[in-house]
Structures are given as structure tokens and as C-alpha cells.
């Protein structure tokens, strides 16, 4: 609806302001006639908005604007814009001023802008969904927002009934709302709608009551809160997640420079003792352990001054004051413009992984059994000591202790028995050495001391003697008493060696010659002594050599029958031939073998040896020798050994019955009962059995019977001076004893004419030796089969 024009009032004055001329306008407006108020003063009229009140003189407003109020006829104030202006007449008399009169336009009233408000556009553009229901239920009006979110055209919507846009369990419970709303005036209430084709949203919805059309009704909005209702549950979520959480998680809000407590989680309460009740609003500072972890406390301090994110791990105190590990996690929480208002801390009691990391620690090491320093933690501390020696010239030492005859305690007493003599060494060898020194235990019974900063070689040499003297006192073990003894090889450092293996390597090496004098004694380590260790050194690299590069190379001294004296075997000595050293005698290298284990090798070597000699026999017609070959403790102790020994005899095709194995009475008596094992295994392959250096051992009886042999030996040394009569006892004992147990008997390292009288006088059955024939090559063996060489009666 269109206002009509407000007229322009205007009039002209004098310089008093006494009306002159007054326009039609000016009636119209104020509803006094010119008549009525010509002469008047205009400012008794106008009451212009002074802050004093008082009306200022007329040509002081002149090519001025100023609000006033126009007394009108009917008593009314028409606010208007007064606009006084000079005005100049071509032949008027005196000053004149013309004054324009504005009506200003009151502000429209509020049930004016209402009526004229386009309400149906305002609710279409409403950002919530709008709705009117009638008292049956039924939708009267709505917008588009609420017909998209029903996912309904309005011809859907105008038979609809409203409880049928929620699921059906809460639709009596929304109905409830509505009725709340007519019977009270207005609800509240939030609602999930479904729409036709599934889409789900949630809504809070305001109704009230009114009447439309005559009809008593309800009109309201709906806030579509879905994206809110996300948020809160996620916020839940997060919020059940730091309650649950097994880490401990601590709040903290910045105030005043200060960071305090606002937040802690059960786990919190749970690890650190406190509860929010009682540190809310401290700093968690409270609770570090002063002079512990200062660096990491000024970490913590300067990441939180600079608002970034930190990680550390120290030590804090509950509140029983005990001390905990903890790792800690603490990461600035900021606003949307980058302010920063709280941190949080996420706290993981450690503790218990740090003492498991400890005793980790130690056990790599420690020995488990003794608590002594391990290999590890030697190697680095005599790193460490022998630098030290070499830059501040101080003397230190290496000792190696190797118990003598462990073996045997193990073996008569039990394993217990040794453990408990090893530990009551360790503590006898810490007991002498000082607290700065390392005691250690690098294997079996091999122990080792690291001795610091020492005045004199005499000093050493005291001290070890003391060590020697108390490790040898015997040891009390279940109500028997063991003497344990040692042997001591000493290096001294930097003399013997400026860096970790040149000292090792000396004290090995003393160790070692200790042993080779009897045993129970201390030797340090000399010059001539490395020499003789870089000669066994050579030697040991010349034999790994020979054995590659075929320097070796077998003879085969016979055996003889002593009834016929026909040659029924031979026996396969292994010969080295030593570039520009000549022949090398068994005695030479085989313990050295036997020491690294090159006798394995050695010893598949020989094997395929004396198959390959017997194939060679066979080739030519000699099918009933028999080759013996020697079997170290190695290789009878080697995993599946007979079975490789098979495919060995099936490769060169000889059998089984061609080819004697001997061992030696110790090696059986070293562990029975694996020797009984690998002995039955090695019988069923076929081969024979024999026991070389009988009677040098100690084999009882009882083992003697049970262990598969075809043969026992008599060692060379009981064949000396037989004509006395203490000296002929054992051969004769040891002829009488394998004949009694159906064993054939064989003398070997026979050399005269007396020995071979004896021997057949007392029953022997074969012999091997000088007398009858040294070592020979293969071929030779063959001729001497063929020409049936024989051994004179």
C-alpha cells in the first residue's frame, strides 16, 4: 500500500520573523489560514530542537537545516526539516528570509511492517523447516525444506499423516508433543524424520498453537541439528576414550603464565595415587623428583613457553612417594584464530618396561648362573682398560683361569654338583679381586679377570697366586669335598699388546702352556711363547691347507695272522707331506686336528681313502682284506655319521664288512652312552668294530661287555720288557679278558722277535708292526697280498 506525498510547506519572513507570505502547502500542513497567521512570528510556531531550549535568533539559522516541531491547528507536533534561506526581492524593502518547512516521516509501526511483510517468501527461505498441522495431524502448510527433507511431493504431503514421517516405536511418543502443544500453547522436542526414500535427519523442533482459518492449529520449526548431533557423539566418544583410556591423560589449561590442572582421567588417578579432587587447578609440576631428569624437565619447560608439542621420558613420584618411570606425550590445544588455551598430557607408566630393560641388561651381560660379566661387557670394559693403559702408561693384566678336570667333576659327580663348584668359584675369584677389577665367565669353566692399573709384574704374579690358592681349596658339595684346580695364562697390557685381541690372544696363549706343564699353575705371557704360538698358528693355517690341496696321503702298515701268518688287513696311517718340510708324522698334527676340528674333514678324507684303496683291491682280485681306520671322538659324536658312512661304501661299491673302524677306549668311555648309540648304529651298517689303546683308558668291565666290538687293541706301551714279570701281566690280562668276552685280540707296535714269542705263546691272534712290515703304498699292499708274503713261524 502507497503513502500519499507529504506536501512542502514553505513561508517568507522578515528579519524578525514575522510571517509575510504563507503558502497553500502551509495551510494544508498546519491548518491555519495566511489570514490567521500573517504578522505572526514563525518561531512562535517552530520549536526547534535547542539544547538549551531557548529558540535561537532567526538569521542565525539562516542557509542552515535544523529539526523542529510545526504546531499544527489540532493541537499536533509534526516533527519537520526547517530550512532557513536569505531571500532578496528585486524592490523589497528591508531583509526577508524564506523558511522551508519538511514534514519528517515517522518510523513505520510495528504491526504496519508486519502486515507488510511478504510472509509467504519468508517462510519459504526460512533455513529450518516450517509447518502447520491441523488438529487431526494432517499438514496444512509447509515449506520446501521441510518437502525435501520428507523426500515427498505436496500432493504426498497433504494426505500424510505427520507421526508417519518418524519410525514407528517413537511415533506416539512425538504425537504426545503435539498434544502438549495444543492443551499448553507450545513444545519442544527433538525428532528424527525419515523420508520416503531413507534419508534420516534429526531436527529440534518449537511448536505452538494458534488458529488459522478458523481453525484451532500448530505452527512451528525445525533446526536440522544433525551435523551437532554428530559432533556430540563424537565428543562422546572421544570423551568415553580418554576416560577409558589405560594411559594417563592430563588437562591443563593456560591462565596467567600458568598451566593448571583442569582434567585427569581415571588411569591417572590409578597410576599417580591422585585424584582430580585434589591437584584440579596445580601445576602437574608438583610431582617431579627434584635433581632427577633436570634436562628433560627444561625440555618440557621451553616447548611449553614456545606452545609445541613435546616428548620426554622421566621419572615423577606418586603419591605414596614412590618413584615411576613415565613417557610423556604433552601437545598444545589452540582456537580457531591460534591461541592457544590448554595442553594436554598423555602419560604411559613405564616402569615396569624399564626395569625388564634392565634386567635384560644385565642378563646380556651377565653369566645366568654365576652373575659374573659375560663375554660382552669383558670386551668392552678391556676395550676401555687397555686404551687407558696406552695413553697414561699404567700397567694392567689379563688373566685366563681354566678349571682343571671339570670334565671329570661333571661326569662323577652330576651337573649340579658342577654348577654349584662354578658358582663357589665366581664368588671366591670376587672376593679377592678389587671392586674397580671384572671377573667374568666366558664359557663352560673358563673364567677371566681384567685387572686394572697395576704397580709391578710381582704384584700380578701375587695376586693371581692368591686367586690360584683359593680357587684350589676344596669345594663342599652335598657332604663330599671337590679340589678343584686351575691354570692361569697371564698377558700383561700394553707389554704384550696395545690393542683387544693382541691381549686376548697372549693370555690364550699362556692359559694354554699352563695346561701343557701339569696343569694347577700360572704362566705369563713371553716372547718365546708367541713364537711358539705363531708357529702353531702357521702350522694350523698349513694343515687346513694340506687337507684342501691333497698334501696328504695314506699307508697301510699289515696285519697279521699270528696262527698262519698269512697278512688278513692293514691299518690306514695318515702321512703329511709338508711342502719344503718333507713327511710329517701323525703325532705331529692329529691333536692339532683333533684341538680345531680339522679332524672331521681329515677324517671323511681318510675314509674315502681307504675306500677307494679297497676298490683298488677289489679291482684285482683280493675281496677278503679288511682296512682299518682310526675314528676320532668327533666324528663319532657327528649327527647321522653312519649314515653318511653308507653312501660313502655304496659310492666306491665296497662292503661293509671290508672296512674297520677303531675308537679308542677313551673316547667310549667319554660319554657311554651316545658311544653306545653311535656303535650300534655303526653295526647294523656292517662294519667292524675295534678298540685301539686298550688298557690306557678307564673302561669298566660292565660298558666293556656291552658296547658292539669285534676286536680290542693292546697299546705298544704294554709290549715293552715282557721278560719282568709286573710288566707281562697286563698283555696277558688284557689276551685273556678279549678272549673271555669272544673278542679277537690285536697287538700292534710289535718289533721283535721276544714280542712275537709272547704273543703267540700266550694266544694273541693278530699283530701290526715293525717287525713284520712298516706303513706301505697301496700298491705295494697289492703285491705283497699276491705273492702271499707271509709272517715266518
Known amino acids: 500500500m502507497k503513502r500519499a506525498p507529504i506536501p512542502l510547506a514553505a513561508c517568507v519572513v522578515d528579519h524578525r520573523g514575522a510571517i509575510l507570505r504563507w503558502s497553500r502547502a502551509c495551510e494544508q500542513v498546519t491548518g491555519y489560514t495566511a489570514d490567521k497567521v500573517r504578522g505572526l512570528a514563525v518561531q512562535g510556531l517552530l520549536a526547534f530542537d535547542s539544547p538549551r531550549g531557548d529558540p535561537p535568533p532567526l538569521a542565525s539559522r539562516a542557509d542552515t537545516a535544523a529539526l523542529a516541531k510545526l504546531l499544527c491547528a489540532d493541537g499536533r507536533k509534526l516533527p519537520v526539516r526547517v530550512t532557513v534561506s536569505p531571500e532578496i526581492l528585486d524592490g523589497a524593502d528591508g531583509e526577508s528570509y524564506s523558511v522551508v518547512m519538511l514534514p519528517v516521516e515517522p518510523p513505520p509501526t510495528r504491526s504496519t511492517l508486519i502486515r507488510e511483510l511478504p510472509i509467504g517468501d519468508i517462510i519459504e527461505d526460512l533455513p529450518c523447516v516450517f509447518y502447520v498441522i491441523d488438529e487431526t495431524g494432517h499438514l496444512m502448510l509447509w515449506n520446501r525444506l521441510l518437502q525435501q527433507a520428507l523426500q515427498r511431493t505436496p500432493e504426498e504431503l497433504r494426505s500424510a499423516l505427520v507421526k508417519d514421517f518418524y519410525d514407528e516405536e517413537v511415533r506416539e511418543e512425538v504425537a504426545q508433543y503435539f498434544v502438549a502443544a495444543l492443551e499448553n500453547g507450545e513444545s519442544e522436542h527433538e525428532g528424527e524424520l525419515v523420508g520416503k526414500y531413507g534419508r534420516r535427519a534429526t531436527y529440534m523442533f518449537h511448536c505452538c498453537r494458534t488458529v488459522l482459518a478458523?481453525?484451532?492449529?500448530?505452527?512451528?520449526?525445525?533446526?536440522?541439528?544433525?551435523?551437532?548431533?554428530?559432533?556430540?557423539?563424537?565428543?562422546?566418544?572421544?570423551?568415553?576414550?580418554?576416560?577409558?583410556?589405560?594411559?594417563?591423560?592430563?588437562?591443563?589449561?593456560?591462565?596467567?603464565?600458568?598451566?593448571?590442572?583442569?582434567?585427569?582421567?581415571?588411569?591417572?588417578?590409578?597410576?599417580?595415587?591422585?585424584?582430580?579432587?585434589?591437584?584440579?587447578?596445580?601445576?602437574?609440576?608438583?610431582?617431579?623428583?627434584?635433581?632427577?631428569?633436570?634436562?628433560?624437565?627444561?625440555?618440557?619447560?621451553?616447548?611449553?613457553?614456545?606452545?609445541?608439542?613435546?616428548?620426554?621420558?622421566?621419572?615423577?613420584?606418586?603419591?605414596?612417594?614412590?618413584?615411576?618411570?613415565?613417557?610423556?606425550?604433552?601437545?598444545?590445544?589452540?582456537?580457531?584464530?591460534?591461541?592457544?588455551?590448554?595442553?594436554?598430557?598423555?602419560?604411559?607408566?613405564?616402569?615396569?618396561?624399564?626395569?625388564?630393560?634392565?634386567?635384560?641388561?644385565?642378563?646380556?651381560?651377565?653369566?645366568?648362573?654365576?652373575?659374573?660379566?659375560?663375554?660382552?661387557?669383558?670386551?668392552?670394559?678391556?676395550?676401555?682398560?687397555?686404551?687407558?693403559?696406552?695413553?697414561?702408561?699404567?700397567?694392567?693384566?689379563?688373566?685366563?683361569?681354566?678349571?682343571?678336570?671339570?670334565?671329570?667333576?661333571?661326569?662323577?659327580?652330576?651337573?649340579?654338583?658342577?654348577?654349584?663348584?662354578?658358582?663357589?668359584?665366581?664368588?671366591?675369584?670376587?672376593?679377592?679381586?678389587?671392586?674397580?677389577?671384572?671377573?667374568?665367565?666366558?664359557?663352560?669353566?673358563?673364567?677371566?679377570?681384567?685387572?686394572?692399573?697395576?704397580?709391578?709384574?710381582?704384584?700380578?704374579?701375587?695376586?693371581?697366586?692368591?686367586?690360584?690358592?683359593?680357587?684350589?681349596?676344596?669345594?663342599?658339595?652335598?657332604?663330599?669335598?671337590?679340589?678343584?684346580?686351575?691354570?692361569?695364562?697371564?698377558?700383561?697390557?700394553?707389554?704384550?699388546?696395545?690393542?683387544?685381541?693382541?691381549?686376548?690372544?697372549?693370555?690364550?696363549?699362556?692359559?694354554?702352556?699352563?695346561?701343557?706343564?701339569?696343569?694347577?699353575?700360572?704362566?705369563?705371557?713371553?716372547?718365546?711363547?708367541?713364537?711358539?704360538?705363531?708357529?702353531?698358528?702357521?702350522?694350523?693355517?698349513?694343515?687346513?691347507?694340506?687337507?684342501?690341496?691333497?698334501?696328504?696321503?695314506?699307508?697301510?702298515?699289515?696285519?697279521?695272522?699270528?696262527?698262519?701268518?698269512?697278512?688278513?688287513?692293514?691299518?690306514?696311517?695318515?702321512?703329511?707331506?709338508?711342502?719344503?718340510?718333507?713327511?710329517?708324522?701323525?703325532?705331529?698334527?692329529?691333536?692339532?686336528?683333533?684341538?680345531?676340528?680339522?679332524?672331521?674333514?681329515?677324517?671323511?678324507?681318510?675314509?674315502?681313502?681307504?675306500?677307494?684303496?679297497?676298490?683298488?683291491?677289489?679291482?684285482?682280485?683280493?675281496?677278503?682284506?679288511?682296512?682299518?681306520?682310526?675314528?676320532?671322538?668327533?666324528?663319532?659324536?657327528?649327527?647321522?655319521?653312519?649314515?653318511?658312512?653308507?653312501?660313502?661304501?655304496?659310492?666306491?661299491?665296497?662292503?661293509?664288512?671290508?672296512?674297520?673302524?677303531?675308537?679308542?677306549?677313551?673316547?667310549?668311555?667319554?660319554?657311554?652312552?651316545?658311544?653306545?648309540?653311535?656303535?650300534?648304529?655303526?653295526k647294523a651298517l656292517g662294519v667292524r668294530l675295534s678298540i685301539d689303546d686298550f688298557g690306557t683308558g678307564y673302561s669298566s668291565l660292565s660298558h666293556l661287555r656291552k658296547f658292539p666290538v669285534d676286536y680290542i687293541k693292546i697299546d705298544r706301551s704294554f709290549l715293552c720288557d715282557l721278560y719282568a714279570e709286573d710288566h707281562a701281566v697286563i698283555p696277558r690280562a688284557i689276551i685273556a679278558l678279549g678272549h673271555n668276552l669272544r673278542l679277537q685280540v690285536v697287538a700292534e707296535g710289535v718289533e721283535t722277535e721276544e714280542q712275537l714269542t709272547f704273543l703267540r705263546d700266550h694266544g694273541c691272534d693278530q699283530m701290526q708292526g715293525f717287525y713284520f712290515s712298516p706303513a706301505i703304498p697301496c700298491e705295494h699292499l697289492k703285491d705283497m697280498v699276491r705273492r702271499d708274503t707271509r709272517l715266518s713261524a
Open 214 to 682: 478458523g481453525q484451532p492449529c500448530i505452527f512451528g520449526t525445525g533446526l536440522d541439528i544433525s551435523t551437532r548431533k554428530q559432533v556430540e557423539h563424537g565428543l562422546r566418544v572421544r570423551e568415553r576414550a580418554l576416560y577409558s583410556s589405560m594411559n594417563a591423560i592430563c588437562i591443563t589449561v593456560c591462565k596467567d603464565g600458568d598451566n593448571l590442572i583442569e582434567y585427569v582421567n581415571p588411569a591417572f588417578e590409578q597410576i599417580t595415587g591422585y585424584t582430580l579432587d585434589e591437584i584440579k587447578g596445580r601445576d602437574p609440576r608438583f610431582m617431579r623428583v627434584e635433581g632427577c631428569d633436570v634436562h628433560e624437565h627444561k625440555r618440557i619447560r621451553d616447548a611449553i613457553k614456545r606452545k609445541e608439542s613435546v616428548r620426554s621420558v622421566l621419572r615423577n613420584a606418586r603419591k605414596n612417594g614412590e618413584i615411576f618411570w613415565n613417557e610423556v606425550r604433552i601437545d598444545p590445544v589452540a582456537t580457531v584464530d591460534g591461541d592457544v588455551t590448554h595442553f594436554v598430557g598423555v602419560i604411559n607408566d613405564i616402569t615396569e618396561a624399564r626395569h625388564y630393560e634392565r634386567r635384560l641388561h644385565h642378563l646380556a651381560h651377565h653369566d645366568p648362573l654365576t652373575g659374573l660379566a659375560n663375554r660382552t661387557l669383558l670386551m668392552d670394559r678391556l676395550r676401555f682398560a687397555v686404551e687407558f693403559s696406552v695413553h697414561h702408561a699404567t700397567l694392567g693384566a689379563l688373566a685366563f683361569l681354566d678349571l682343571d678336570n671339570f670334565k671329570h667333576i661333571n661326569d662323577n659327580y652330576g651337573h649340579d654338583a658342577g654348577d654349584a663348584v662354578l658358582r663357589e668359584i665366581a664368588e671366591r675369584l670376587r672376593t679377592n679381586m678389587r671392586e674397580d677389577d671384572l671377573v667374568a665367565r666366558i664359557g663352560g669353566d673358563e673364567f677371566v679377570l681384567l685387572i686394572h692399573q697395576q704397580p709391578s709384574h710381582k704384584h700380578v704374579a701375587d695376586l693371581l697366586e692368591r686367586v690360584r690358592r683359593s680357587v684350589s681349596t676344596p669345594v663342599l658339595v652335598g657332604g663330599r669335598e671337590i679340589v678343584p684346580g686351575t691354570s692361569i695364562g697371564v698377558s700383561l697390557f700394553p707389554l704384550d699388546g696395545d690393542n683387544v685381541d693382541r691381549v686376548m690372544r697372549a693370555a690364550d696363549a699362556a692359559m694354554y702352556h699352563a695346561k701343557s706343564l701339569g696343569k694347577n699353575n700360572i704362566q705369563f705371557y713371553s716372547a718365546e711363547l708367541g713364537r711358539a704360538m705363531h708357529q702353531h698358528l702357521a702350522l694350523q693355517a698349513s694343515l687346513s691347507r694340506a687337507i684342501r690341496n691333497d698334501e696328504m696321503m695314506l699307508g697301510y702298515q699289515p696285519k697279521v695272522d699270528l696262527r698262519t701268518g698269512k697278512v688278513i688287513g692293514a691299518e690306514a696311517l695318515v702321512r703329511w707331506n709338508r711342502p719344503e718340510h718333507g713327511q710329517v708324522q701323525p703325532d705331529s698334527f692329529i691333536p692339532m686336528a683333533e684341538e680345531t676340528g680339522l679332524i672331521v674333514p681329515l677324517g671323511e678324507w681318510v675314509i674315502q681313502e681307504a675306500c677307494r684303496a679297497l676298490k683298488s683291491l677289489s679291482a684285482s682280485g683280493i675281496n677278503d682284506l679288511v682296512i682299518s681306520v682310526n675314528l676320532s671322538a668327533r666324528q663319532l659324536r657327528q649327527r647321522e655319521f653312519a649314515k653318511r658312512l653308507a653312501a660313502t661304501l655304496s659310492r666306491y661299491g665296497v662292503e661293509p664288512n671290508q672296512l674297520e673302524l677303531e675308537v679308542t677306549e677313551s673316547q667310549l668311555m667319554d660319554n657311554p652312552a651316545d658311544a653306545m648309540d653311535a656303535l650300534r648304529q655303526l
